[in-house]
């Protein structure tokens, strides 16, 4: 399984930005977004269960930020609201071979075995 992510790069303090991952065709098993700043831990931002496709995010990004999926191509977007300063980072999409509970995966990443190359942004003043 591969994940090939896109979309990030430089956005403005309050402006927004969207993000792409793109896994094998047919591939549903859920999806997770994370984030990692530098010298900081991977965080969890969103994650979107398989099935109901019941959507779970963070606190610092709810209401700010929306995981959706294009049911057409199996692509995964995660659209930035208002960004903000610690929204800066390298994202990265991931997920699992087998369905995995979102409640556990986005407090656990390395719960996740199939991670994409990551995407960085860049929030500028």
């Known amino acids: 399984v591969q994940l090939v992510e896109s979309g990030g790069g430089a956005v403005n303090l309050g402006g927004s930005l969207r993000l792409s991952c793109a896994p094998p065709e047919g591939h549903h098993t859920g999806m997770a977004w994370f984030r990692q700043a530098s010298g900081k831990a991977r965080e969890g931002v969103a994650c979107m269960d398989y099935g109901d496709g019941e959507i779970f995010y963070s606190e610092s990004v709810k209401g700010r930020f929306t995981m959706s999926r294009n049911d057409a191509d199996n692509t995964y977007y995660l659209q930035m609201e208002n960004v903000k300063d610690e929204d800066a980072g390298v994202y990265y999409c991931?997920?699992?071979?087998?369905?995995?509970?979102?409640?556990?995966?986005?407090?656990?990443?390395?719960?996740?075995?199939?991670w994409g190359q990551g995407t960085q942004v860049t929030v500028s003043s």
């Open positions: 991931a997920t699992d071979r087998v369905p995995f509970p979102c409640q556990i995966a986005i407090n656990s990443p390395m719960s996740l075995d199939v």
